[in-house]
């Protein structure tokens, strides 16, 4: 029995990684004395903005997969 990880959608992953970027910057704020609803709105934009890079460029590139040289040759 050959046992896979399970695939995540890459939307999953870029809410994952935004939510606690978001939460990393809005508790980092609030540590060196930015008010709350400062910190919370700036928190909210920088997630939004790291959702949207993460989703556009965080995934590994679609390649073809390689073809035998039967394949190669027959094309020529």
């Known amino acids: 029995m050959h ?3 399970p695939s995540i959608d890459r939307g999953v992953t870029s809410f994952l990684w935004a939510f606690g ?3 990393y910057i809005w508790l980092g ?6 008010e709350g609803a400062t910190a ?4 909210v934009l920088a997630g939004c903005v790291i959702f949207l890079v993460v989703r556009l460029y965080g995934g590994d590139p679609v390649r073809k997969p390689p073809q035998s040289p039967k394949a190669r040759a027959g094309s020529r």
């Open 40 to 43: 919370f709105i700036m928190s």
């Open 3 to 5: 046992l896979r990880q």
């Open 21 to 23: 970027l978001g939460l």
């Open 29 to 34: 704020m609030l540590a060196v004395g930015v």
